[in-house]
């Protein structure tokens, strides 16, 4: 089993930033896909970003020039990066970490973008 806790959200105004970071139980970076999800009010969870084993990066086309995803193999955590942030980037994040049909989700960090 995993534990993956998030970090890092709040309220931010429009244009501002926020770094997440999700920090997992065990080390799983070698082999696991890790990605970043929300999960806005009345609507579905929807992919953000992904960054696999190899480091190969993959994000929905609203966020490519605004967030980034990282990852730090040694303290066994992934972040993401979210610049220029939108009212519609508001919305509940989490993480998740994937191998083949083994899937686990954290809790997720509550981000809200309002003046």
């Known amino acids: 089993q995993v534990q993956l806790v998030e970090s890092g959200g709040g309220l931010v105004q429009p244009g501002g930033s926020l770094r997440l970071s999700c920090a997992a139980s065990r080390n799983i970076f070698s082999i696991y896909t890790m990605g970043w999800y929300r999960q806005a009010p009345g609507k579905q969870r929807e992919l953000v970003a992904s960054i696999t084993s190899d480091g190969s990066t993959n994000y929905a086309d609203s966020e490519k020039g605004r967030f980034t995803i990282s990852r730090d193999n040694a303290k066994n955590a992934v972040y993401l990066q979210m610049n220029s942030l939108k009212p519609e980037d508001t919305a509940v994040y989490y993480c998740?970490?994937?191998?083949?049909?083994?899937?686990?989700w954290g809790k997720g960090t509550l981000v809200t973008v309002s003046s």
């Open positions: 998740n970490a994937r191998y083949f049909l083994v899937e686990y």
